[in-house]
């Protein structure tokens, strides 16, 4: 007899857990909140594995409520992902802006590149 594990059902609400978390983060895309999102999205893809596995482990094939729940995600995730380039192009977008505004203009024309003191904080 096998011990008692975690459901397909703990696993699938695990990673739609993971991935809300992300989702919600990426809203409001600081430095803490892109950091955390990173660490859900590898809690996410961890219990995605272990589903698969436990799946495996069963020799069935998924239920097909199952399946359409995986459908439904595997699309939310491309909103995650659309969300999290968004989230870099702002914070890169910034950088580019706070450099010209502190270090002026490259000779080509290119705002020059953000440099900053450790520790330094910019607000506003």
Do not use: F
């Amino acid at each position: 007899m096998r011990p008692a594990g975690p459901s397909s059902a703990d696993l699938l609400d695990e990673w739609e857990r993971s991935l809300r978390a992300a989702r919600a983060r990426l809203l409001r895309p600081t430095p803490e909140a892109l950091r955390l999102c990173t660490q859900d999205l590898q809690a996410a893809h961890a219990a995605l594995a272990r589903l698969i596995a436990h799946l495996q482990t069963e020799g069935r094939q998924p239920p097909k409520s199952l399946q359409q729940k995986i459908q439904s995600w595997r699309d939310s995730t491309r909103l995650l992902s659309i969300l999290l380039e968004q989230a870099a192009a702002l914070r890169l977008g910034w950088a580019r802006l706070l450099g010209s505004i502190t270090q002026g203009y490259t000779p080509q024309g290119e705002p020059a590149p953000l440099s900053v003191a450790p520790g330094m904080s910019v607000e506003g």
